[in-house]
């Protein structure tokens, strides 16, 4: 069974103009946070000490713990706000931030040393995940600065702005 093209919601403008899809938005936009809201939110929450014992790899003691507390409230709040499209601009570059700067400390592919060799790497395998991290980041960067060339000074001028993705434009 086929669906019809315009079986999704479409806003449409008083001149007759397609908007955005609404639906479409909405379902790129959670897959953009999906890996974060729920499944790492979930797994820190139900694998905490576990987690833990992965910061304690970067951050030394009871740092290694609010590192964990504190990558749970990004990966539960940063999300709604992406997901609302409120505040949407500040949550998308803290997201970025965040995918980035873990890719940093937890995605070191430089450290086993075995990159070039042939074969079986640790580093390879480490480079990919690092890799997929920064990529993720600029996915977040694209709704905190858009495709405008004026998305950084819009970003600069009002960071806490919303893009109001499901309004019509």
Not at 3 to 25: C, F, M, Q, W
Not at 48 to 74: R, S, Y
Not at 130 to 142: D, M, R, Y
Request: proline content about 5%; hydrophobic content about 45%; glycine content about 10%.
């Amino acid at each position: 069974m086929t669906l019809p093209a315009n079986h999704l919601p479409v806003i449409v403008d008083p001149e007759g103009v397609v908007g955005r899809n609404v639906t479409k938005e909405l379902l790129l936009r959670y897959t953009l946070v999906s890996l974060f809201f729920p499944a790492s939110a979930l797994d820190k929450i139900l694998n905490f000490d576990g987690a833990v014992t992965q910061a304690k790899q970067v951050f030394p003691g009871e740092t290694a713990k609010l590192a964990i507390l504190a990558g749970l409230g990004i990966e539960l709040l940063m999300p709604l706000g992406i997901l609302t499209g409120k505040r949407d601009k500040m949550a998308s570059a803290v997201m970025a931030a965040y995918c980035m700067s873990t890719a940093v400390l937890f995605k070191r592919f430089w450290e086993p040393g075995d990159f070039w060799r042939k074969g079986e790497s640790k580093g390879r395998d480490q480079f990919w995940d690092f890799l997929k991290n920064f990529s993720l980041g600029a996915g977040f960067l694209l709704i905190t600065f858009g495709d405008r060339e004026t998305g950084f000074e819009e970003f600069k001028a009002d960071p806490l702005g919303s893009t109001h993705p499901y309004e019509r434009r």
